[in-house]
């Protein structure tokens, strides 16, 4: 256990609809990552939230948006889902100047039907 | 985009040291090298990171070149379960952290 806790951890859903991904980052930690895995893109970065305010974007689309709640929990929402959205979709955690860097959840597998 | 070149794959046999190569030519002076690996599926896994002197931990050993230009990540026994795929990541250090870009990484297959 990362301490890193990404729930659902699987997802099948139709296309055209609307999904809600959650992430409870490790105890002490105000950062907040996304990150989409698929098959032929490796790890992507999408978006970051520090102690509740957006931080920095990756390659989020616009039907992807994310927030994060005053009690540090994080939720990535992808609506109008398509085929190419099925993914790993992880999250991951890091504490203002915590030099080893993040620690991920064990991720969301999200399929697209 | 990664900062970083790595081999696409690399081969070790169990009970060898596996020696991961990476360049970073245009790192800067305040950015740290970072490993981490993903076996299959799993989330990354943080292993060691270094901003110039070598270090070791219990994982593995960071040897980084004096002009900082490159690094080599090193398993010194490697065994079936470090079959993943390794990064080499350079991230600067701030309050807030700062997103780590991944690249398409080295995967290491260990065989018997």
């Known amino acids: 256990d990362s301490g890193v806790t990404q729930t659902p951890k699987h997802l099948i859903t139709a296309t055209g609809q609307r999904v809600t991904l959650r992430c409870s980052p490790r105890?002490?930690?105000?950062?907040v990552y996304w990150y989409q895995q698929s098959l032929d893109q490796g790890l992507q970065f999408l978006i970051q939230y520090y102690n509740g305010e957006e931080r920095a974007k990756g390659n989020i689309l616009e039907r992807f948006s994310a927030q994060q709640f005053p009690d540090l929990h994080s939720e990535l929402n992808l609506s109008s889902l398509e085929l190419g959205d099925s993914a790993l979709y992880f999250c991951a955690s890091s504490a203002p100047d915590r030099s080893y860097g993040y620690t991920f959840g064990s991720g969301t597998r999200l399929t697209v039907v | 985009d990664a900062k970083t070149t790595q081999p696409p794959s690399m081969d070790c046999a169990e009970g060898r040291a596996a020696n991961l190569p990476c360049n970073h030519s245009?790192?800067?002076?305040?950015?740290?090298v970072y490993w981490y690996r993903q076996i299959h599926s799993q989330g990354p896994q943080y292993i060691i990171h270094?901003?110039?002197n070598n270090e070791t931990n219990e994982m593995a050993s960071l040897i980084i070149t004096e002009d900082r230009k490159s690094s080599t990540l090193i398993l010194p026994h490697a065994t079936l379960r470090d079959t993943a795929v390794y990064y080499c990541i350079v991230r600067a250090l701030g309050q807030a952290g700062t997103a780590l870009i991944f690249g398409k990484g080295t995967t290491l297959s260990v065989s018997s």
């Open positions: 270094g901003l110039k």
């Open positions: 105890s002490g930690d105000l950062s």
């Open positions: 245009t790192i800067s002076g305040n950015e740290y």
